[in-house]
């Protein structure tokens, strides 16, 4: 588990962006799979939650979404059974531990100490290009955050140099800004994305000032953690997921 350098600083929340390691599952998803929509057995996904809920202090259900590489954020105010479809989540309650899955996508926590309001994004190309990382500051804005206030972790996800597009991707990007052209590398005639780069950036253009970037990459099997893009060169059918988690103690 990867603890942020700055959340940690606060005593009354607690976190964490966990990889791959100490869990119960087997072959592709070894060991710590949190993915209820993996192929994996329930039962061992099941028993890798608790194992999450253990260490983060987590004594109610962790609230997890359908993700859909959405904009879309729900603010929670209570457990509920009710499927959420999207790819954030947000609360000012205590003991709601609210998580991202991810597997090469960029995780991001949010918090603001003022206001005790806590969120997490999901944020893969798709999303990210939709701007849920500036949308999740409105929302915070909206529950009366400013923006100063605000501290955003981007977490573990797949870095530029393993992250090779086409060009049409790169035009997409490029129609939205022009200014987009810097999170492009060119290499051998390959196109390379910076995904935290471009999520960085985009949540620093919403005048927050406190964003932090942990730079481990997901696809880097030395890191252990669980990797779409590193499954699919593999000519596996599935993968695991990685979990990160936030919750007000």
Same mark, same amino acid.
């Given at each position: ?110 918090? %603001? ?16 290009? #939709? ?58 005639? #390959?196109?390379?994305? %910076? ?42 059918? %599935? ?11």
């Amino acid at each position: 588990m990867i603890k942020s350098k700055n959340l940690q600083k606060f005593k009354n929340i607690s976190h964490g962006f966990f990889n791959n390691l100490g869990g119960v599952s087997n072959g592709i998803y070894k060991s710590l799979n949190c993915g209820i929509g993996s192929n994996d057995k329930k039962k061992n996904v099941i028993k890798n939650l608790k194992i999450v809920s253990k260490k983060i202090g987590i004594k109610k259900k962790i609230i997890l979404l359908h993700q859909l590489h959405s904009d879309k954020i729900f603010f929670i105010n209570k457990i509920s059974k009710k499927k959420l479809l999207g790819d954030g989540l947000i609360t000012n309650n205590k003991n709601i531990a609210i998580g991202i899955l991810t597997a090469d996508c960029a995780p991001i926590l949010f918090y %603001d100490p003022k206001k005790n309001i806590i969120g997490v994004a999901h944020a893969g190309w798709k999303g990210a290009y #939709k701007k849920i990382g500036k949308k999740m500051i409105s929302k915070f804005k909206k529950r009366g955050s400013k923006v100063n206030n605000i501290l955003a972790v981007i977490g573990p996800c797949i870095s530029q140099r393993n992250y090779e597009v086409k060009n049409d991707f790169k035009t997409k990007f490029l129609k939205q800004s022009p200014q987009n052209v810097k999170h492009f590398k060119l290499i051998k005639n #390959k196109i390379y994305f %910076d995904l935290n780069g471009y999520v960085f950036n985009q949540l620093i253009k919403t005048g927050i000032k406190n964003v932090e970037i942990i730079k481990k990459d997901t696809f880097n099997p030395k890191n252990n953690f669980f990797s779409a893009r590193r499954s699919f060169k593999k000519k596996n059918n %599935d993968y695991g997921r990685n979990i990160s988690i936030i919750m007000i103690k």
